[in-house]
């Protein structure tokens, strides 16, 4: 299956291009958010942008998880030999510490300094995410 992955003029790329959409959804609709908590858009309900945003933000991470995930899969040997994709996981992770973290402690009701903190490091984490996923074809 891997070796179609591969071997198709088209599919490898295709991947690529469901990647880039689950990325734009994830980070466009984080960045959103963001806004909100720090005040503009104020005339929207934070719940209601919340729950939009993280919707649509977590349907993005999992298109750019299962395209990913796909195209690890074409070459895995090479990809866990580039320092710039293992950054990139090690930056996911921290991506997912960040966003549990920030639930627990239920940032979006506080909408504190720490939260704005918390949106703040969400933001330059999942960029630094896009960046090693640039860097790691070169």
Not at 34 to 62: D, K
Not at 64 to 75: D, N
Request: aromatic fraction near 10%.
């Amino acid at each position: 299956m891997f070796e179609a992955l591969r071997s198709h003029a088209w599919v490898y790329p295709a991947l690529e291009v469901v990647h880039i959409v689950g990325i734009a959804l994830l980070l466009g609709n984080l960045v959103a958010l963001e806004m909100r908590v720090f005040g503009r858009a104020a005339a929207l309900p934070m719940q209601a942008m919340a729950r939009l945003s993280l919707t649509l933000a977590i349907g993005g991470f999992g298109l750019a998880a299962a395209s990913g995930s796909l195209m690890f899969a074409t070459q895995p040997a090479e990809l866990l030999a580039n320092r710039a994709f293992l950054v990139k996981m090690g930056l996911l992770l921290a991506a997912g510490f960040n966003a549990g973290w920030f639930h627990a402690r239920g940032s979006l009701r506080k909408l504190d300094a720490l939260a704005r903190v918390q949106m703040l490091l969400s933001t330059a984490i999942w960029l630094a995410v896009v960046f090693c996923g640039r860097w790691i074809a070169y």
